[in-house]
Every structure is written in structure tokens, then in C-alpha cells.
């Protein structure tokens, strides 16, 4: 079965400017994934998907080609991703490439490894009619709750929500999506269409930080330089 790796990248971005090209340890954020994407061995192809030149240079000289500029009204703050990804699947599927499952890797996570990406991969090979996402640990799901309007905490629990599922993991553990890796079925995908399932790929909250704020990308240089100080 063939994969397709698409990188979504646009070049707008309402809490840090150029974000996709803002300096992360040195390199480009977009760099990471390119390379993460790459290294993993696990996919046929990888592009980006962008609608600026800039972001499609740079990706190239980290071994990612754009094969076509999405349109403007493809690049807007509210458009989907799936909505942009789709123009590119179908410009590519008219070009007479055809894939099995596309991995959509955001260039926002930039810590996640290629054994991630390979791992997520090797679980949809064993699952192809699911979907596969990436998550992270957050808290014991006792530790959870609710803030009311008035400021008033509420647990789980007391909110009449359901913690004790019996399918839970042994701890009771809540996960969040954070959006490292997404691996569907094509068809599903460009259709729109639910999967039977949706898998979970589990990476630790060190690999999983998504930059969406400016404190982000400082959490993820601090995790970068750690990381480089233990491998020193």
C-alpha cells in the first residue's frame, strides 16, 4: 500500500508572524517536519502544501517540493485543512499518482520523531480501514474537571461526566490530540467520510507540544537545547 505525506503549511498565521518560517533552534520550524518526514522511511511521497513560494524554497532546500500553489481562497484563517489537502490530492491524482492513505504532518509540531511517523504508519498498515492520530498524556482523569461561569471547579465526576470507562487505559489517563501525525484512508479522506475507528498513536507531552502561541515555540527551543545537552 502506497502513502502520501502532505505538509500543510500556509503562509498566514494570526499569533506568530511567518510561523512556518520562524527560527527554531537555528532552522526553519517547516525544517523539522520535512526532515522527521523524510527520515521516517515510511511514506512513498511527501510535499508541501502551501500557498507561498518562501515556505515552498525553504521546504525544498529540505528535500520537499510543492508540486502546486494553493489558491487564496484556500489559505484563509477558517479554510479546512482536509479542504486544502484535498486540491493538492487531486492535482496530484491528475497527475497520475495514486496512494492508499495519506499521513497529513502539521509543520507546528516540529519535536515529533520519524518513529513516530513510522509507528502511526505501521499501526494503520495493521488497521487500513481506520484512522490513526497522534496524542499525548495531559492528566489522571480524577485530576480533570470543569470551570463553571461562577469560577466554581467541578471534577468529572461531579459534573455527571463519565470517568470510570472500563476500556480506559490502567491508570485512567486522558489523552489529548496534538496533531504530530493524522493518518487516514484516502478515499475517506477526500470523501469526507468517517472511519470504522480511530486509532491511537501515544507520544510523550515532550514530542507533542503543537506551537500555536509564542510560549510554545519557547517551550519547544527550551525541550530542543535539552535535548541537545543530554545527547552532548
Known sequence: MKLVGIIPARSGSRRIPHKNLAPLGGRPLISY???AALESTALDAVYVNTDCPRIAAVAAEYGVRCPVLRP????????????ANRFLLEHLQALGERFDAVVVLQPTSPLRSASDIRE??????VNPADAV????????VDWCGTVRADEEFRTLAAAGLPTHDSAL???GVLHR???????????SYLLDRPTPR???HVMPASRGVDIDYPEDMQLAEALLETAVAHAG
Request: some cysteine.
Open 120 to 125: 502511526a504508519v505501521e499501526l494503520w498498515r
Open 177 to 187: 490530540l496534538n496533531g504530530a501525525v493524522y493518518v487516514y484512508p484516502l478515499a
Open 33 to 35: 517536519t520535512c526532515r
Open 198 to 200: 480511530t486509532l491511537a
Open 72 to 83: 487564496a481562497r484556500l489559505a484563509r484563517d477558517d479554510t479546512p485543512t482536509r479542504d
Open 133 to 140: 492520530v497522534s496524542v499525548s498524556p495531559i492528566a489522571p
Open 169 to 171: 487505559r490502567a491508570g
